[in-house]
């Protein structure tokens, strides 16, 4: 497997128990819709909680959460929009971000909670 896809599913193991400590329920991991993904989505008290979770070696250049373009945000929307027909669920989405930078001593994560809204894009 390509060391970029390790890493990024080292990135989701570590989020997923970040989130599980947090008191979260997971709903999915790796969700399709069509070519688009959902990393994870989970339940925080009312909210479907979509995940976005961006791994990197180093923030030298910029900070994972960088990587959630508006593009990006688009996909991640529609994605949603159809997991919630899906489940036909009632619950407000919310949309967050985990961004982990891998070191070689430690790890260190930034949850962004309601990272962006879904807009008119």
């Keep these: 497997m390509a060391e970029h896809i390790d890493l990024g599913k080292k990135g989701e193991q570590i989020a997923l128990d970040y989130l599980l400590a947090k008191g979260y ?3 999915e991991t790796n969700w399709h819709f069509g070519k688009n993904e959902i990393d994870i989505i989970a ?3 009312n909210f479907i909680v ?5 791994t990197r070696v180093s923030n030298y250049f910029a900070e994972p ?7 990006k945000q688009r996909t991640l929307v ?3 929009n159809a997991y919630v027909r899906f489940k036909r669920l009632n619950e407000e989405v919310r949309f967050d971000i985990i961004s982990i930078v891998i070191g070689p001593e430690k790890e260190l994560i930034n949850h962004i909670e309601d990272a962006f809204y879904p807009t008119l894009m």
């Excluded at 979509?50 to 961006?54: A, G, L, Y």
Aim: hydrophobic share 50%; proline share 0%.
């Design 78 to 80: 529609n994605a949603a």
């Design 65 to 71: 959460e960088m990587a959630v373009t508006r593009d």
């Design 25 to 27: 329920k997971i709903l």
């Design 50 to 54: 979509i995940v976005e979770v961006k």
């Design 43 to 45: 339940r925080d008290k």
